[in-house]
């Protein structure tokens, strides 16, 4: 059977949802709390398929699941006291990349 466009986007975001509630019920919990900082630990639940193909992939495989969890929330981590965390300059000047907007930005970070 196939199924118009926006009916597979939702069958694939109701996979999607399938597998963060499989793992809710296996104990990952929706926050994450670390140095007294809490936030949400899935930052991405999402059914994809035909929307984002697989280059290389037979058609059947293109159907997956994307989750991407924090293993802490934005702005719990710090560096260890002594990590360097200025910025050194390189000398040289940068390769073009062929982009405009890419040899802009390098350009200035190497100025």
């Not at 930052?43 to 697989?54: D, H, I, K, M, Q």
């Amino acid at each position: 059977m196939t199924r118009s466009a926006p009916a597979n986007v939702t069958v694939s975001q109701d996979r999607a949802d399938k597998v963060k509630d499989r793992l809710n019920a296996a104990g990952v919990t929706d926050m994450i709390s670390a140095r007294g900082v809490s936030g949400d630990r899935f930052t991405r639940v999402e059914g994809l398929g035909a929307s984002e193909p697989l280059t290389g992939r037979p058609h059947s495989e293109w159907r997956r699941v994307q989750i991407i969890m924090a293993g802490f929330p934005a702005g719990a981590q710090r560096p260890i006291p002594g990590t360097p965390t200025g910025v050194t300059h390189v000398p040289g000047a940068p390769v073009s990349s062929g982009e405009p907007c890419v040899d802009l930005l390098t350009t200035t970070a190497w100025t």
